[in-house]
Every structure is written in C-alpha cells, then in structure tokens.
C-alpha cells in the first residue's frame, strides 16, 4: 500500500515559479514509477510528467516541457514548475504505480494510488 500527500500548491503571477512536493509511504518505492498529473476545471484529467524511481529517468507532456521538472529525493517527488502560464492552472495530483514498473507510463488508469491534489493558480 502506498500513500501519498502532495503540497506546495499555491498562486503565482504568470511567469513565476512553484514547486509541489509529494510525500510518499510505503514499500517498493524504488521499484515504482511516479506521475504528476493535473485536472482544470471542466476538463479531464492529464498527463504532467513521470519519473522512474530506479534510475530518475523522466519523460513530460508537450505543453510542460521545458518548463517543469521532475525529480525524487529519499521519499519525496517533486514538480518544479517554472515559466508558469494562466492555463497551467489546475489541481495537480501525484501518483504510483503498482511495483515493478519498468515504463515510463503516461495514462491514469495505470496508475494505482493517487493523492487528494494541490491547487495551483496562475493569475494573469
């Protein structure tokens, strides 16, 4: 069983930076691959990033790359976010998968644990 809480979520000016923490529990983690995904308003969910927790090999969706950076640390994930833009707005979820995942996955139902989300507002 995995748990996971994410904070760091906030409002920014277009143009600043944010970074989302998520806090993980359990065992396995290095075996696992963990996602950062977002929600708008009236919108579906979508895919952010991933992160390999074995070697930290990432992988990002167009409309962040370049912009944010994913990266782990004991047990934590974090989401920097830079260059933030109005439509970036969104409630931003961390997620696992179930261990032994060796693939760097990008769609939710793949992902077995989810955390309640962090708001972050980008003002204009």
């Known amino acids: 069983q995995v748990q996971l809480v994410e904070s760091g979520g906030g409002l920014v000016q277009a143009g600043g930076s944010l970074r989302l923490s998520c806090a993980v529990s359990g065992n396995t983690l290095s075996s696992r691959v963990m996602g950062w995904f977002r929600q708008a308003p009236g919108k579906e969910r979508e895919f952010v990033g991933v992160i390999k927790w074995a070697d930290g090999s990432t992988y990002y969706a167009d409309s962040v790359k370049g912009r944010f950076t994913i990266t782990r640390d004991n047990a934590k994930v974090y989401l920097e976010m830079n260059s933030l833009r109005p439509e970036d707005t969104a409630v931003y979820y961390c997620?696992?998968?179930?261990?032994?995942?060796?693939?760097?996955?990008?769609?939710?139902?793949?992902?077995?644990?989810w955390g309640r989300g962090a708001q972050v507002t980008v003002s204009s």
């Open positions: 997620a696992a998968t179930r261990p032994w995942q060796t693939y760097l996955l990008i769609r939710s139902n793949d992902y077995a644990y």
